[in-house]
Structures are given as structure tokens and as C-alpha cells.
């Protein structure tokens, strides 16, 4: 090619890449497209499993000091500063939901019930579960799995079995309504639901 080719090439590039720009079918993406959900999916586990161990530690350790009883108003995010303080950080709402509560506010809706169902069914075949995001009008969703453990028994698991009667009785007290317990070891509870403000 000589160089006036050369040139009569880049010219039409050039112009082509004009006419590109001022298609409206080729505009910039909008915002609302541009968003990273493997950004949120990611800080929504970090939070999630944050809140968990703080959430056992604290479990935990009000056991040991006077048994389960002392320990009820513990498994409570709202009793946990953590819980605030990351909320804050993040702009973030951070919640448990489940299809058996003990707590009614903590009810799972219905995209929350059918990704639960999802889980259950992988846990079968053997799969391992993974977080859920979801970009919504004014807000970005993401959920995550709770696994019952060994530790949450004595306040989840079966009554008189695991979970002592005075430890029941309560629990009743307090949550007449009670649904969550009759678990076992390694079953899924609930969902981490972490909801983030769209940044404008
Ligand atoms: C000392 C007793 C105790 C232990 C141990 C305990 N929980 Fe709870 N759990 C409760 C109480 C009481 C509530 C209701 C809290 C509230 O008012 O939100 C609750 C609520 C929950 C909820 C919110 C949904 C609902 O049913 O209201 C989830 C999820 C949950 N527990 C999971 C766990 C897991 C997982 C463990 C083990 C790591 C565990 N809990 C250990 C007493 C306990």
C-alpha cells in the first residue's frame, strides 16, 4: 500500500469511529450496567463471615461464662457493635433470613425461600453453595448460606436431646412463636441477607 493508502485507511477509521460514537445504539453503558456484582457478591461475604465468627466467638464465650440460658440474647445481630459498625462502613443493611424462625422478623420473603430451597437441593447432590447477587432499583442484593454447627445444638438442635429444658423454656419466653429448632449438624438454617445502597 503507499502512503496515500495508508492514509485513506486511518481516515476511514477515523470516521468510522466518529459515526460509532454518535450512534445511540453505541452509547457509553449507563451506570446502572457498569456495576462490578462480583465486587458486591465479594464484600458481602467478607461482611457475612466477619459478623459469623464475632457472632461465635460471642456465643460462645457467654456459654461458657452461665450456660445456653445466658447466652439467648446473644444470637441477636442487633447485640453484636459489629454488626452497626460494618453496616455503616459499607452502606450496607446486613440481616438473617429463614424459612423457620424463632424471631418472626426475620422471615424470609420469597426469592430468599427459593434460593434456600436451591441450597438444600445442592447440599444433596453434594455441591458446594455460592453467594447470590442481585442488582435491584435502588439497591444491590446478595445472599449467602448459615450452616448449622455443633455449637448452635444446645439452642437449635432437638429438644431435651440437645437443647435443655430450662434452656427451652426460655427461649419460649421469650419467642412463644418459636420455630428454628429440630436441626441437626451441618444443615442449612438461614440465608446472610446483605443489602448495599447504590452509590449515585
Ligand atoms: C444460646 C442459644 C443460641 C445459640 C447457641 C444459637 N442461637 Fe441462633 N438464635 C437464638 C435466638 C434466641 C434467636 C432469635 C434472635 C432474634 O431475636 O433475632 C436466634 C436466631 C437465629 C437466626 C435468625 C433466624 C431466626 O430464626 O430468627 C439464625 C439464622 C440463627 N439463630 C442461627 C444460628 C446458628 C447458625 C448458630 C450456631 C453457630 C446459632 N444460631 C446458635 C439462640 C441461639
Redesign the pocket.
Known sequence: MNSKGFLLVILLFTLNSCKENTDPQQKVQPAEQAIDTREYLKKGQQIAMQT?QV??TT?KQ??AEGG??N????????ALPITDSLAKVHHARIR???N???????RANSEALSIMKRYKDQLEKGETLEGVVYVKNDHIQTYYP????H??M???GIPVTDIKAG?MSS?LE??PAD??KGYTPGEL??LWSIQFEKQP
Do not use: S
Open positions: 459469623q457472632l461465635g456465643l457467654k456459654i445456653p440460658e447466652a439467648i440474647a446473644f444470637c441477636n445481630l442487633r438473617r433470613v429463614t423457620k424462625t424463632r424471631n418472626g422478623v426475620n448459615i450452616m448449622t454447627a455449637l448452635c444446645q439452642c437449635h434452656t427461649i421469650r419467642y420455630r428454628a438454617r438461614g
